[in-house]
C-alpha cells in the first residue's frame, strides 16, 4: 500500500473525521489507490447494519432517517448517513444537501453525514454509492 493511503488509513481508524471525508472522497472520485484502500476497508464493515431510504422529494427520508439516528437504542453507535441527491448541473455536486434538514444529527460525535450527488447514474444512485457506505461505517481497530 502507498505511505499516503496507510496513513490516511490510520487516521481513519484513529477517529479522525477529516480522514474519513477524504476517503469518501477518493472514493468517489475513483482516484488512484481507491481500491486498496476498500480493501483495507471491507473486512471492518461486515458486521455493520446498512439501512436505505428512498422516495421522492418531501417524502420524509431526512425525517426517518433523523429519528433512527436519535432512537435511544442507536446512542452509542457509530452512524454514517450518505444523503444521496440529483447532481447540480453547475457544479457537478448534490443539489439539495439533506445536511441541512439534519443539521441537529450533525452536531453529534458519534453521526457523520455526507452528501453525495448521482452524477447522472440512472436509478438515483452514483456508481460508488455501495463504496462509500463500506467507508462510512467507522469500526475501530480491534
Known sequence: MNPKNKQLLDSFFDRKTTALAKIISIIENRSDGHEEILSALFPQSRN???IGLTGPPGAGKSTIADKIALHPDMVEKEIGIIAVDPTSPFTGGA????RIRMRDLAMLENIFIRSMA????LGGLAAATKDVVVASIRSAKN
Open 95 to 98: 443539489v439539495l444537501g439533506d
Open 118 to 121: 448521482t452524477r447522472g447514474s
Open 48 to 50: 455493520a447494519y446498512r
